[in-house]
């Protein structure tokens, strides 16, 4: 890796990083709060599936709108089992194997930086 002023459009970049590394500092000690509180979510959300509550709909308690949500999942090919079925179904494996990726699309992947102490590294926090 190569230091930041080897690029001259990072000469904003050490302020950003101070600040982000305060940040994860102050919120690194509420991570556990939460992971217990989806938790505590999923518990919710069991009892009401076990109270039949339809998805969309829910209960009052203590104040508060206690709702069930529900969303569909996300459907993917299994590509194996496709081939396999479309081959049976007497066309070339070659020719499968092209309408795949043929028709197979590819999104932008995500991008995000992370900062973390380079090793060795003594950083004041």
Not at 1 to 7: G, K, L, S, T, V
């Amino acid at each position: 890796m190569e230091p930041y002023e080897a690029y001259s459009q990072l000469t904003d970049l050490p302020p950003l990083v101070r600040k982000q590394r305060r940040l994860e500092a102050q919120i690194a000690p509420i991570a556990p709060l939460v992971a217990d509180e989806k938790a505590i979510r999923q518990q919710i959300d069991a009892l009401l599936v076990a109270a039949a509550i339809a998805p969309s709909d829910g209960v009052t308690c203590l104040g508060y709108d206690v709702v069930h949500h529900t969303r569909k999942g996300q459907s993917t090919f299994n590509v194996e089992v496709l081939t396999a079925e479309l081959v049976a179904a007497g066309l070339d494996k070659a020719v499968v194997a092209k309408i795949l990726i043929d028709a197979t699309e590819t999104s932008d992947p995500p991008l995000w930086a992370t900062v973390s102490p380079s090793k060795g590294a003594k950083v004041r926090r």
